[in-house]
């Protein structure tokens, strides 16, 4: 599931193809759950709209529209922003990939130059200037768009806390130090900071040597400032690694990235510690698979 470092390197990536131009037309699937805004109204609103910027907060994108409308753009699960011409076998999840016979990923790549567009591609976008195209695709459909015309609110977006790479220590911890859950619960809380997944929670305690099971009304401020240093010191690694470093993603553009595969605890249960050699935990934290070593997250 993408987490902020992969939403951010995908609001980076898209963002120049987006902005300043002006929307001559949408296609879309047909009305799902995936549209919070029916595929017809999202067509005759956004036609002939000009695109001034593409903004992130916590896990979710905003195409800002010259007026200030937004249309709020949330890739969910499996969720896929690029530019047509994009082409990789990658641009599918690996799921999908995994669903593929050799025969139909062989002519996947044959087809080459073209970007998938089929019926998980639920919305393109196509500009007045001759642009290439933007298409969001999406095999399992968790992602989300949604209007939101100006100077109106969404809940959505309403209830979410400080951005995570925005949010300051001392905001944290006077939020965080009122609860009674788990830790690790609060980190993925996005009213409390906004972006934080299960992989990058994981790691950040890992890092701060604090235990995903303690209680958040027990940590005190420089445990909670250790935290966030950590948390955002693992996102921003990840965003300058293209969103690769620690999870399995695709670039918007198609391209494989850096791989190089950085994860301390996440998904490693039962390898060694590569600080101590302990073998990695995997408990159940607030229903989330929760990774740690028992001996080097003692706080
Ligand atoms: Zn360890």
Same mark, same amino acid.
């Given at each position: 599931?993408?987490?902020?470092?992969?939403?951010?390197?995908?609001? @980076?990536?898209?963002?120049?193809?987006?902005? %300043?131009?002006?929307?001559?037309?949408?296609?879309?699937?047909?009305?799902?759950?995936?549209?919070?805004?029916?595929?017809?109204?999202?067509?005759?609103?956004?036609?002939?709209?000009?695109?001034?910027?593409?903004?992130?907060?916590?896990?979710?994108?905003?195409?800002?529209?010259?007026?200030?409308?937004?249309?709020?753009?949330?890739?969910?699960?499996?969720?896929?922003?690029?530019?047509?011409?994009?082409?990789?076998?990658?641009?599918?999840?690996?799921?999908?990939?995994?669903?593929?016979?050799?025969? /139909?990923?062989?002519?996947?790549?044959?087809?080459?130059?073209?970007?998938?567009?089929?019926?998980?591609?639920?919305?393109?976008?196509?500009? $007045?200037?001759?642009?290439?195209?933007?298409?969001?695709?999406?095999?399992?459909?968790?992602?989300?768009?949604?209007?939101?015309?100006? %100077?109106?609110?969404?809940?959505?977006?309403?209830?979410?806390?400080?951005?995570?790479?925005?949010?300051?220590?001392? $905001?944290?911890?006077?939020? %965080?130090?009122?609860? @009674?859950?788990?830790?690790?619960?609060?980190?993925?809380?996005?009213?409390?900071?906004?972006?934080?997944?299960?992989?990058?929670?994981? $790691? /950040?305690?890992?890092?701060?040597?604090?235990?995903?099971?303690?209680?958040?009304?027990?940590?005190?401020?420089?445990?909670?400032?250790?935290?966030?240093?950590?948390?955002?010191?693992?996102?921003?690694?990840?965003?300058?690694?293209?969103?690769?470093?620690?999870?399995?993603?695709?670039?918007?553009?198609?391209?494989?990235?850096?791989?190089?595969?950085? @994860?301390?605890?996440?998904?490693?249960?039962?390898?060694?510690?590569?600080?101590?050699?302990?073998?990695?935990? @995997?408990?159940?934290?607030?229903?989330? %698979?929760?990774?740690?070593?028992?001996?080097?997250?003692?706080?």
């Amino acid at each position: 599931m993408p987490e902020l470092p992969e939403v951010e390197v995908t609001r @980076r990536r898209i963002a120049p193809l987006l902005e %300043g131009r002006t929307v001559s037309r949408l296609t879309t699937t047909a009305p799902s759950y995936f549209f919070l805004t029916p595929p017809a109204e999202l067509k005759r609103r956004l036609k002939g709209r000009r695109i001034v910027g593409l903004s992130r907060h916590g896990k979710y994108l905003f195409a800002e529209l010259a007026g200030g409308d937004r249309l709020l753009l949330h890739l969910g699960m499996t969720g896929q922003l690029f530019g047509a011409g994009a082409t990789s076998l990658r641009l599918l999840s690996s799921t999908s990939r995994s669903s593929l016979t050799p025969e /139909a990923q062989a002519r996947l790549l044959e087809q080459g130059a073209s970007a998938p567009r089929d019926q998980h591609t639920h919305l393109i976008f196509h500009f $007045e200037d001759g642009a290439p195209d933007v298409l969001f695709r999406d095999v399992r459909k968790f992602g989300k768009v949604l209007f939101i015309a100006a %100077g109106k609110l969404d809940k959505r977006v309403e209830k979410l806390g400080t951005d995570a790479l925005e949010i300051t220590p001392a $905001e944290l911890g006077q939020l %965080g130090g009122k609860r @009674r859950a788990a830790v690790k619960s609060v980190l993925l809380d996005q009213s409390v900071l906004a972006g934080v997944g299960n992989i990058y929670a994981d $790691e /950040a305690l890992f890092l701060a040597g604090i235990r995903p099971t303690r209680s958040a009304a027990r940590l005190t401020q420089p445990d909670w400032t250790r935290l966030l240093e950590a948390a955002q010191w693992v996102m921003r690694r990840s965003i300058e690694t293209g969103g690769s470093s620690i999870s399995d993603y695709v670039q918007p553009d198609g391209s494989d990235g850096a791989y190089q595969d950085e @994860r301390r605890v996440y998904a490693r249960t039962g390898q060694p510690c590569r600080e101590c050699g302990t073998a990695i935990v @995997r408990v159940l934290v607030g229903q989330r %698979g929760t990774h740690y070593c028992p001996r080097c997250q003692r706080r």
